[in-house]
């Protein structure tokens, strides 16, 4: 829904910032736990992981399966921004990547009211921007519990227009 995607990815925007360092960066996080958990999620965290002495968080909402739990479909895309100037103020990324980050939103959104026959995980990855860490972080932790992962669809800077020929 046009609507929608507009809505977060505004709501993103109107952060600021959402890089790494930046004072804000657990509400960036708790909003995004905010949305999954108005869609109906009841299964929220924000997994956390140590990068620079910072806690940075992933935001990992699941919807179970309903005949094969263990093999896991995953969406996922980087809420964390970056610009060239003072990032800490401003870096309101709107294609890097709040649109990646609205996608999965709206996959969820979409999805949440289903009975699907396998698990669906969707992730708002933290700290990507300057080396991936996020998803490493989850991807580690995935590894060490054996997650049986079918498909992962990775959004990344979707909405991104290099010529600015879209308005």
């Not at 700290?127 to 498909?151: C, K, Q, T, V």
């Amino acid at each position: 829904n046009q609507d929608s995607v507009t809505y977060f990815i505004q709501s993103l925007q109107n952060f600021q910032t959402r890089f790494l360092l930046a004072d804000n960066r657990d509400s960036v996080a708790n909003w995004i736990k905010s949305e999954f958990v108005r869609f109906g999620f009841t299964d929220v965290v924000l997994d956390s992981f140590l990068y620079q002495d910072t806690w940075q968080k992933n935001v990992v909402a699941t919807l179970p399966g309903s005949i094969m739990p263990e093999r896991v479909f995953v969406y996922g895309g980087h809420h964390d921004s970056y610009s060239s100037g003072n990032p800490v103020t401003f870096a309101p990324g709107a294609d890097d990547n709040a649109s990646g980050t609205a996608a999965v939103l709206e996959a969820a959104r979409l999805l949440a009211p289903l009975s699907l026959d396998y698990t669906v995980i969707f992730i708002a990855f933290d700290e990507e921007e300057r080396g991936l860490y996020g998803s490493h972080a989850y991807a580690d932790s995935s590894f060490n519990r054996m997650d049986s992962i079918m498909f992962v669809f990775n959004y990344d800077m979707i909405a991104w227009d290099g010529n600015a020929d879209r308005r």
